[in-house]
C-alpha cells in the first residue's frame, strides 16, 4: 500500500527547505522526497548574497537569522568591475554591507540541520505525478515506488516533473552559456590574479563575453566565464580533455589581461560548461487543488540578479505562512499565488535586462552607470 503524507514537498533545496523549516517551527509536519542519495552527494556551488527583503526575511521567518549571521563570509561583499586589460574601474569594499555573502553549501547545511531527522527522503527520484481528484495527487518515484498526499509542492527546480500539472511552459536556453573553473588557494597559486579578482565579486566584461568571479571562503576563486553563443556552441568543446578545453575556451579572449587569463590556465580539475535557462517571464497557471510551485520550478530565470536563491527562500517563507495563516488549503495557495506571480515576474524581467545589459554594446560602461546608480539609491 502507497503511502500518504498531508503535505509532500518534492526537492530539498532552498526554497523547500525553507518551507519544511517554517512549517516545521509551526508543528506543521511536511515529507521532503529528494533526488540527491544524501545531504553530501553533490557540491552545492558558490557564493550567494542574502538580500534583505528576500533570502534575509526568510531566514527570520525560518528563526535561523542569529546562525545565518555567524556563517557570513567576512569581506565577502566586496566588489569590482574590471576591464579586459585589468584596470579596476570600480570596487566597493565588502564589509557591513546590507547583503552579505555566504557559502550555499553552509546555508544549504544550516537549513537540514534545523530540520528532524527524518523529514527527508534522500535519493528519492519522482518521475511522474497525477491529479487524483479532490485535490490529492499520486506520485511515482523512479523506484517504482508511490505515494499520495494532500498537498504537493513543487520545489524540484528548474525541470519540475511537478510543473506539467500546472503549466505547458519549459525552460528555454537564455543565449547565455557559462564555462566554470576553479583556482583553489589562490592568493599562493596566482597572487597577482587573486589580487585582481579581490576578496569578493568580480565582473569583467567586453564585447559580449565575461569572466565573473567570486572569491570563496575556502580562499578559492570560482569563475564563471560567459560567453553569447548558440546552445550547441559548448558541445564544440571536449570537455574530458581539460588542457584543450582551456585553450578553446582562451582562444576567444586572446587580448584579456594575462591576470584573468590565468584564472582558467591555473585553473584545477575540470572545467564544467552550464547552459543557462530561463522560463517565460511573467510564468504563471491557473489554480489547480492541492498542487503548487515555488523557486525555479515556478519562476527560473538568469542569475544576472542575483535573485534566485533568494526568491526561492522568500517563496518557502510565504508558503509557509499562507498555510499556516489560511486554514483552507485552496485559499493558501491562492493567497501565495497572487503575491508570487508579480514578484518573479518584476525580477524576471530585471534579471533578463541586466544579461541584455552585461554582454551588449558598452557593457562595461552600462555596468558601472547601472552600480554607481544602484550604489546611490541604496545608500
Ligand atoms: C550559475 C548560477 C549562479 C547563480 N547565482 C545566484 C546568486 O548569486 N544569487 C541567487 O540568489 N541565485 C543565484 N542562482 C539561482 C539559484 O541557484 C536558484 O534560483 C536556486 O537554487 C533555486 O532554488 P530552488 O530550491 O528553487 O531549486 P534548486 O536549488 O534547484 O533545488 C531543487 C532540488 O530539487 C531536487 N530535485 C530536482 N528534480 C527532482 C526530482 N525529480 N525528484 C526529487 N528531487 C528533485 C534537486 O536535486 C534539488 O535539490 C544562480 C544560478 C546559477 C545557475
Known sequence: MSEHHPIAV?????????????????GI???IYELDASPTARNQGG??????ESGQAALRAAGLFEEFRALVHPGGEEMRIIDKHGNVRMQEAGEDGDRPEID???????LLNSLPDNIIRW????????????????????????????????????????????????????GVSFVECDLPDAATRNPAAAELAGGG???????????????????SVHTYVAFTVPAEWLSGIDFTDTPAAKSDVLQHFPDWDDRLRALVTDAEGPLVPRLIHALPIGHRWDRAPGVTLLGDAAHLMSPFAGEGANLAMLDGAELAAALIAHPDTEQALHAYEQALFPRSAELATES?????????QDALEKLLVWMSSYGESVA
Do not use: C
Open 29 to 31: 509536519p511536511t515529507a
Open 104 to 110: 550555499r553549501n553552509d546555508l544549504r547545511g544550516l
Open 123 to 174: 535519493g528519492a527520484k519522482v518521475t511522474e505525478a497525477r491529479a487524483l481528484g479532490d485535490g490529492r495527487h499520486e506520485v511515482t518515484l523512479a523506484d517504482g515506488a508511490t505515494f499520495t498526499t494532500d498537498l504537493l509542492i513543487g520545489a524540484d527546480g528548474a525541470w519540475s516533473k511537478i510543473r506539467p500539472l500546472l503549466s505547458t511552459a519549459t525552460p528555454a536556453y537564455s
Open 10 to 26: 518534492i526537492g530539498a533545496g532552498l526554497s523547500g527547505l525553507v518551507l519544511a523549516r517554517v512549517l516545521h517551527t509551526h
Open 201 to 219: 565579486m568580480m565582473f569583467a566584461l567586453a564585447d559580449g563575453k565575461g569572466m565573473l568571479a567570486h572569491r570563496e571562503t575556502d580562499g
Open 352 to 360: 533578463a535586462d541586466n544579461q541584455a545589459m552585461m554582454f551588449g
Open 47 to 52: 557564493m550567494l548574497d542574502i538580500h534583505v
